[in-house]
C-alpha cells in the first residue's frame, strides 16, 4: 500500500507556478516559431492549383459566361481563349460581392469593380485578388492557380 506525500501549500503554489512559468515560455516559444515560419512561407508563396474541363460549365462555353468555382473564385471567360479567376471578397471590408454580368457590386459601402477586377468607384482602394490561369484549347481544360 502507498503512502500518501503531504506538501505544504506553500510548497504547492510554488511549484505550480513555476511550471505555469515553464509552460507560457515553452507555448510562447512556439507561437513565435510559427509567426516567423509563416514569414518564411509567405516569400515563397504557395499556391493551388484547380484544373477544370470547361465542357462541365456550360456557362463558360461562350465569351462573357461566367461560374464560381468555389466560394470565393470566380472564372469569367473573357476570350475565345482567355480567362480572368478572381476573388469575389472585397478589398475594402471584406464582403462578398456579387457579379452582374459587366462588373462586381460590393452589397455593404458600394464599391463597383470592373470584370477584371479593377476598382471603378471606392470606397475600396485596391483591385480583387487576381489568380492566373492557363488554358489548352485543345483538351478543353483550365487550370487556375490559387
Do not use: W
Not at 471567360?77 to 459587366?102: M, P, Q, W
Amino acid at each position: 500500500m502507498r503512502s500518501k506525500t503531504i506538501i505544504s501549500r506553500r510548497d504547492f503554489l510554488s511549484k505550480s507556478a513555476k511550471a505555469a512559468a515553464i509552460g507560457a515560455l515553452t507555448l510562447g516559444s512556439v507561437k513565435l516559431d510559427k509567426v516567423f515560419s509563416a514569414t518564411k512561407n509567405n516569400d515563397k508563396e504557395t499556391s493551388i492549383q484547380k484544373t477544370i474541363n470547361i465542357s462541365d460549365y456550360p456557362s463558360l462555353q461562350k465569351v462573357g459566361g461566367y461560374t464560381m468555382i468555389t466560394s470565393t473564385v470566380i472564372v469569367i471567360r473573357t476570350s475565345k481563349n482567355k480567362f480572368t479567376a478572381l476573388s469575389t471578397i472585397c478589398t475594402h471590408k471584406k464582403c462578398d460581392v456579387e457579379y452582374t454580368g459587366s462588373k462586381f457590386e460590393c452589397p455593404c459601402h458600394g464599391s463597383e469593380y470592373n470584370k477584371f477586377g479593377k476598382v471603378l468607384n471606392g470606397p475600396a482602394k485596391k483591385n480583387l485578388k487576381k489568380y492566373s490561369t492557363s488554358f489548352d484549347e485543345e483538351s478543353g481544360v483550365l487550370t487556375i492557380n490559387m
